[in-house]
């Protein structure tokens, strides 16, 4: 079965650091890979997916990930935090044989000012 | 386009009431997905549907929830009789058809229901 593992529960930075927020998979096939994020009080959005090809994705709001096969990672990074970017952020996979969505739990980022 | 709609946004009921959630997905997304957001246990699929019907129902807890797709714009999901642990953000989301595997989710403001 397929399975999301993400290691940090809630991250707290300051402003203009750098983050990595990491997700393990659980898969034997090949993966689709998401990270969606959720602001305070509205609902999930895509960040990014990585589906083939260059395993360096870029996304929204200077968002990017690094997909990681032999590691079955894929680290969400931003070089540099803002206050805005506080939100809930989920990894999720998606295996090609079916089309649900599993999610990891959940990582909280708190950016301070 | 609006994006995937739900309703309502916030419900309060007792125990063993009768709760419905419902959704409306994007225009043209053939695929409809229920999820259910906890702090325990985080985002869960509950049940999607391709074309108004059923695929995999494997993620509802137990017979007290059930869900239904009329038409292709519309979905509803019932929890009867309603208990406390039922407690949870209820999320739908759509996704187009095409390539398999490749689409992207789009999911609603989800619904916060609260059972006493």
């Known amino acids: 079965a397929q399975s999301v593992s993400q290691h940090n529960h809630h991250v707290i930075l300051s402003e203009a650091a750098s983050l990595e927020l990491g997700c393990n998979y659980s898969?034997?096939?090949?993966?689709?890979l998401f990270w969606y994020v959720q602001y305070p009080g509205q609902h999930l959005q895509l960040l990014l997916k990585y589906f083939s090809g260059d395993p360096l994705v870029k996304g929204i709001k200077g968002f990017e990930a690094e997909f990681i096969k032999s590691k079955f990672s894929f680290n969400l990074r931003k070089p540099s935090v803002q206050w805005s970017d506080t939100a809930e952020y989920f990894c999720a996979v998606k295996g090609q044989a079916g089309t649900a969505l599993i999610f990891g739990k959940g990582t909280t980022l708190s950016v301070s000012s | 386009d609006a994006g995937v709609i739900q309703s309502p946004r916030h419900e309060v009921t007792e125990m063993g009431q009768e709760v419905t959630l419902r959704c409306k997905p994007i225009s043209g997304h053939d695929y409809l997905f229920w999820y259910r957001q906890t702090m325990m246990r985080g985002l869960e699929l509950l049940i999607y549907?391709?074309?108004?019907?059923?695929?995999?129902d494997s993620g509802m807890p137990e017979d007290r929830f059930s869900a239904k797709m009329p038409n292709a714009s519309f979905s509803t999901l019932k929890i009867q009789p309603s208990e406390p642990r039922d407690s949870a953000v209820y999320f739908c989301?759509?996704?187009?058809?095409?390539?398999?595997?490749?689409?992207?989710?789009?999911f609603g403001p989800g619904t916060r229901l609260t059972v006493l």
């Open positions: 898969y034997g096939g090949t993966v689709n």
């Open positions: 549907f391709n074309n108004n019907v059923p695929i995999d």
């Open positions: 989301a759509s996704s187009p058809s095409g390539g398999f595997g490749t689409d992207t989710q789009y």
